[in-house]
Nanobody
């Protein structure tokens, strides 16, 4: 079974930086798009940034110029470098990956996977 594991969240002051990391594990044949989403209290989950297997990236307007997404295809990892953080960036951040891998039944399928989420709090 494929799993995504995030790390790197925490408390940071406005203007500060944080780096989130996510590693995909399990029986993986291919990973297509990877990305980061976030959900603030009382709000729907929203896209932060995505990156293709060829490293083409896409960002929400609210984070352009402040956040950078990157991936290491050899290690099945994706990272989000966040700078100039604002209080409105406070949310639970989720890693997402479109994976062709083995499921519980031992069959290779293409499926969207999510990490468990990591809290990012921007506050003075």
């Amino acid at each position: 079974q494929v799993q995504l594991m995030e790390s790197g969240g925490g408390l940071v002051q406005p203007g500060g930086s944080l780096r989130l990391s996510c590693a995909a594990s399990g029986s993986i044949a291919s990973i297509y798009d990877m990305g980061w989403y976030r959900q603030a209290p009382g709000k729907p989950r929203e896209l932060v940034a995505t990156i293709t297997s060829g490293s083409m990236s896409n960002y929400a307007d609210s984070v352009k110029g402040r956040f950078t997404i990157s991936r290491d295809n050899a290690k099945n990892t994706v990272a989000l470098q966040m700078s100039s953080l604002k209080p409105e960036d406070t949310a639970v951040y989720y890693c997402n990956a479109d994976v062709f891998g083995k499921n519980y039944s031992g069959i290779f399928i293409r499926k969207d996977y999510w990490g468990q989420g990591t809290q990012v709090t921007v506050s003075s």
